[in-house]
């Protein structure tokens, strides 16, 4: 029973009373009830919105304390590199030629490594502060302009990319699906086997979203590590393999923030399947996100 319907009660029950002056009663108090209900009902919802912000910009918050320590560590084990090979090669006035080309190619792939990071760095600061553009992402130009960029490791490298025969139409910013697809490539060629053989493709996934992945041929990863892969701190890759941790951490922000999300699929000595997932251009998510 609503209020309006006891306070009534309790008026019929006076009236029955000798001597009692009934009061005068508003005609329809159910507008005004339903419009506190209404704004109580909003300031709950605004509560949890608020709640989800304080718990997106806690992480964020996070996110930015670590990336510097992590930016710094991988700087300085470059730069530790460069040193020891200046170094040798100051102090070895009788190098062979083969010798010193040797150790120029060290200083110059551990300056790569250098450069990528700062680029890492400069993506990272991107995508925390800038809200992308979404729209229909033209993958097989997105693919290419990875391979472009590539194509010296691809060579060097010997690797074999193999492409499916047409991409599925997804939503997203094709600048930072590039910076995706060029970290999942260059690990399957960088960590695949001797010599890689990389495979692109793509399906459908739950909820008309869209799969994208690389399969590699290299050794595995054991499926203790695969929740820390995309994580700023892989210790296990770190200590023992592989250095995937601080491009697939940058690569989970971005897919994330698409609206989609990342993942690995592999097993020692069978190689391994990275993936991300994107609205598909008809998906309820992709209406959502534009």
Do not use: C
Request: aromatic share 8%.
């Amino acid at each position: 029973m609503t209020s309006y319907e006891q306070r009534v009660s309790l008026l019929e029950f006076l009236h029955q009373k000798p001597g009692v002056t009934l009061p005068d009663v508003p005609e329809a108090p159910e507008p005004l009830e339903g419009l506190i209900r209404n704004v109580f009902d909003e300031l709950h919802r605004s509560k949890d919105r608020l709640r989800q912000q304080v718990t997106v910009l806690e992480a964020q918050n996070k996110d930015l304390k670590e990336y510097p320590h992590v930016v710094a560590h991988d700087l300085q084990d470059s730069l530790t590199v460069l040193i020891l090979v200046a170094d040798l090669v100051g102090g070895r006035p009788d190098l062979e030629r083969e010798e010193l080309e040797d150790y120029l190619l060290q200083i110059k792939s551990t300056a790569y490594e250098m450069k990528e990071i700062i680029e890492n760095l400069l993506l990272f600061a991107e995508v925390s502060k800038v809200e992308a553009p979404l729209e229909a992402v033209q993958m097989d130009r997105v693919v290419a302009r990875v391979k472009d960029r590539l194509s010296y490791a691809i060579k060097e490298h010997q690797a074999q990319i193999i492409l499916p025969e047409a991409w599925p139409q997804a939503i997203g910013y094709g600048p930072w699906i590039e910076e995706v697809w060029a970290n999942y490539v260059s690990n399957a060629i960088k960590y695949g086997g001797q010599p890689p053989r990389v495979e692109l493709g793509a399906s459908s996934w739950s909820d008309g979203m869209l799969r994208f992945w690389t399969r590699d041929n290299g050794p595995g990863i054991p499926p203790v590590a695969h929740q820390r892969l995309f994580t700023p701190f892989d210790q296990i890759n770190r200590l023992s393999g592989p250095r995937h941790g601080l491009g697939l951490w940058i690569v989970h922000n971005i897919v994330e923030k698409l609206g989609g999300q990342v993942g690995v699929e592999s097993e020692v000595g069978q190689g391994s399947l990275f993936f991300f997932t994107l609205p598909g251009e008809s998906s309820s998510s992709a209406q959502n996100l534009l």
